[in-house]
C-alpha cells in the first residue's frame, strides 16, 4: 500500500515538473514563434490559437517539440499561442466642414445718369433739362421727388420716377418702387429727348435691379469719364437742295442733341454763318424732341462764291459745321425770283426735311 501511494507521489511530482519544464521553455524568448532555419527574421502563425489534441509549436532554440500535457490535467496553465486577427482597414470618415461663416455679398450698383451736358439755364426758370442735372448727383434725388402741377408733362414725371427709384435703391425715406415703376409704364415711347433717353434707360435699369434683389439697397455713385447724354451739333443746313444761297436768303439751320430748353437759345444764343453774326433774334420754325429748326437771313460778304462756316453759341458751348453751304452773288438769281430779303422765316420760308447726306450722324 505504501509502495502504491509513493508511486502515485512520484508520478504527480513528474508530471507537475514536466508542465513547468513546458511553460519555462515556451516563455524563455518571448517570441512564440517556431525555429524556421531562416537567420534572424520570425513568422508569426496567423492561425488560430493551439487547442487541446493541437501540436503547439516548438520554442526557439529548441529541438524537443512540446507535447500538450493530458487531457484536461494542466488547462489552467495552457499559454495559448499569439492570435492576429485580420481586417479591413476602415477608411477614416473625413472630418464634418466646419460651417462657413456667412459671407456679405456685394452687389453692384445700377448704372446712374451720365452728363448732360449741363444745361446754361440762363433764364432761371425751372425746366426738365435742369432737372436732370440736378439728379446727375445721387445724393440730390430728393429735389427731383415733387415736381408738383409740373407731373403731367412727361418730362417732369419721368424725372419723377427716377427720384423715387433713385431714393428707394439706396434706402431712405420718400422712395417708392410702386410709383418708379407707375411712371416708367406711362412714359414708354414718349423720352423724346437726349436726356430723358438716358433717364428713362437709367430708370429701367434700377427697375430691373430691384426684380432681381427685392430687398437690397445700394448706394449710387455718378459715373467717371462717361460720354454725355447729349451729343449737341449742327446735324445740317436747308438751301432748296442745291447746296447754295444767295446773300439775304433764308436757310434752315439744324440743331440736334440739345441739352437745353429751346426757348433759351432763342432768346440768348447767337448764330454766325462764315464768321459774321446773325442780327437776333433767332427765329425756331420747327421743334421736335431734342431737335430744332431754326431759319436765318444769309449775310453778304466781299468775294463770291465762299463756302461758310455755321457756329451756334450758347451759354460758352459752340456747336460748329464746317463748309455748311456755298454763299454765291447775287447775280446768280434766276430771273423773276423774289427779292431774298423780301422772304420771312415766318412767312414762305418753307423748312423741309434735311437731306441724308446733309444731316450727320
Do not use: N
Amino acid at each position: 500500500m505504501m509502495a502504491v501511494s509513493l508511486g502515485v507521489r512520484i508520478s504527480g511530482l513528474l508530471l507537475v515538473g514536466a508542465v513547468a519544464v513546458a511553460v519555462a521553455a515556451v516563455t524563455s524568448d518571448g517570441s512564440g514563434s517556431a525555429d524556421r532555419g531562416g537567420g534572424d527574421s520570425t513568422t508569426v502563425s496567423a492561425g488560430p490559437s493551439a487547442g487541446p489534441g493541437d501540436r503547439a509549436p516548438a520554442p526557439s532554440g529548441s529541438a524537443t517539440p512540446v507535447r500538450p500535457s493530458p487531457a484536461g490535467a494542466a488547462s489552467a496553465t495552457a499559454i495559448p499561442g499569439p492570435t492576429i486577427h485580420h481586417s479591413r482597414t476602415p477608411t477614416p470618415t473625413p472630418p464634418a466642414a466646419a460651417p462657413s461663416p456667412t459671407r456679405k455679398v456685394v452687389l453692384q450698383a445700377p448704372a446712374w445718369l451720365p452728363p448732360g451736358p449741363r444745361s446754361p439755364d440762363e433764364d432761371g426758370i425751372a425746366d426738365p433739362s435742369g432737372g436732370y442735372d440736378r439728379l446727375t448727383a445721387p445724393d440730390q434725388c430728393r429735389a427731383g421727388l415733387d415736381p408738383g402741377s409740373r407731373a403731367t408733362d412727361p418730362q417732369w414725371r419721368l424725372l419723377r420716377g427716377l427720384a423715387a427709384a433713385c431714393l428707394a435703391v439706396q434706402g431712405e425715406r420718400g422712395g417708392s418702387w410702386d410709383t418708379a415703376a407707375q411712371d416708367y409704364a406711362a412714359l414708354a415711347d414718349k423720352a423724346d429727348t437726349c436726356k430723358g433717353r438716358a433717364a428713362y434707360a437709367v430708370l429701367g435699369g434700377l427697375l430691373d435691379f430691384h426684380r432681381r434683389h427685392p430687398a437690397a439697397t445700394v448706394r449710387l455713385k455718378a459715373p467717371t469719364g462717361a460720354a454725355p447724354a447729349c451729343a449737341y451739333e449742327v446735324s445740317g443746313t436747308e438751301t432748296g437742295g442745291d447746296g447754295e444761297a444767295l446773300p439775304g436768303e433764308m436757310v434752315g439751320i439744324e440743331l440736334r442733341g440739345t441739352y437745353f430748353e429751346h426757348v433759351e437759345l432763342l432768346r440768348y444764343g447767337s448764330l454766325f454763318i462764315g464768321g459774321v453774326q446773325v442780327p437776333g433774334p433767332l427765329v425756331m420754325v420747327s421743334q421736335t424732341g431734342d431737335r430744332m429748326v431754326l431759319a436765318v437771313e444769309v449775310p453778304g460778304f466781299e468775294g463770291y462764291p465762299r463756302k461758310v462756316d455755321v457756329v451756334v453759341r450758347y451759354g460758352g458751348t459752340e456747336a460748329r459745321l464746317p463748309d455748311a453751304f456755298t454763299v454765291v452773288a447775287p447775280g446768280g438769281l434766276p430771273s423773276g425770283s423774289p427779292d431774298p430779303a423780301s422772304r420771312s422765316p415766318q412767312g414762305v420760308f418753307p423748312v423741309r426735311p434735311l437731306p441724308a447726306h446733309r444731316a450727320r450722324p
